[in-house]
T-cell receptor, first 115, second 114 residues
Framework: DAGVIQSPRHEVTEMGQEVTLRCKPI?????LFWYRQTMMRGLELLIY????????DSGMPEDRFSAKMPNASFSTLKIQPSEPRDSAVYFC?????????????FGEGSRLTVL | AQSVTQLDSQVPVFEEAPVELRCNYS??????LFWYVQYPNQGLQLLLK??????LVESINGFEAEFNKSQTSFHLRKPSVHISDTAEYFC????????????FGTGTRLKVLA
């Protein structure tokens, strides 16, 4: 299996621009998580989906952030408009919840820099 | 709700010395416990997990962690570290039923010195 695939790996953009981060979970996994990692706040859970349905988005910072999962093999995290404080590494992770002892598999992350 | 506390943000240790990385958690429900490791410029990887049974769990590369229910702790230990163990280590919890939320601590950066 190819693992969790995230794109782009690196993104540099100007303040005010729209940013879209993409994630392809491992085939067969039915739960998907978006995390943000910064030096100041560590690893923050932004949102997670079960069976393509958003379960908890309480970690989404504000209305500028939105996430979708139109099908089991694809998810996006969108920031519009972006701000310098959004600079971070964004991780997508997936797991199978058929047996709720499942390991969470992470992608390699998308490093976002907003100038 | 669940929360995870890793009190040590950085731990420097000399090669071949023992190390302990501390993790305490809070939860109103039963949880599974995990340690993940993150090497530079990579995502997190599972190191070991406690689900049930023996409170002492081990990884393939010499780490071990002990679940202590009364102290709500899950400290990670290694009797002799290597340079290659330099990484960031995250403790995490996930409820045993209901939601499938996965909450991480803030991480401990282990730096092994030659």
């Amino acid at each position: 299996d190819a693992g969790v695939i995230q794109s782009p790996r690196h993104e540099v953009t100007e303040m005010g621009q729209e940013v879209t981060l993409r994630c392809k979970p491992i085939s067969g996994h039915n739960s998907l998580f978006w995390y943000r990692q910064t030096m100041m706040r560590g690893l923050e859970l932004l949102i997670y989906f079960n069976n393509n349905v958003p379960i908890d988005d309480s970690g989404m910072p504000e209305d500028r952030f939105s996430a979708k999962m139109p099908n089991a093999s694809f998810s996006t995290l969108k920031i519009q408009p972006s701000e310098p404080r959004d600079s971070a590494v964004y991780f997508c992770a997936s797991r199978w919840t058929g047996v709720n002892t499942g390991e969470l598999f992470f992608g390699e992350g998308s490093r976002l820099t907003v100038l | 709700a669940q929360s995870v506390t890793q009190l040590d943000s950085q731990v420097p240790v000399f090669e071949e010395a023992p190390v302990e990385l501390r993790c305490n958690y809070s939860s109103s429900v039963s949880v599974y416990l995990f340690w993940y490791v993150q090497y530079p410029n990579q995502g997190l990887q599972l190191l070991l997990k406690y689900l049930s049974g023996s409170t002492l769990v081990e990884s393939i590369n010499g780490f071990e962690a002990e679940f202590n229910k009364s102290q709500t702790s899950f400290h990670l230990r290694k009797p002799s570290v290597h340079i290659s163990d330099t990484a960031e280590y995250f403790c995490a919890v996930s409820p045993t039923s209901g939601t499938y939320k996965y909450i991480f601590g803030t991480g401990t950066r282990l730096k092994v010195l030659a």
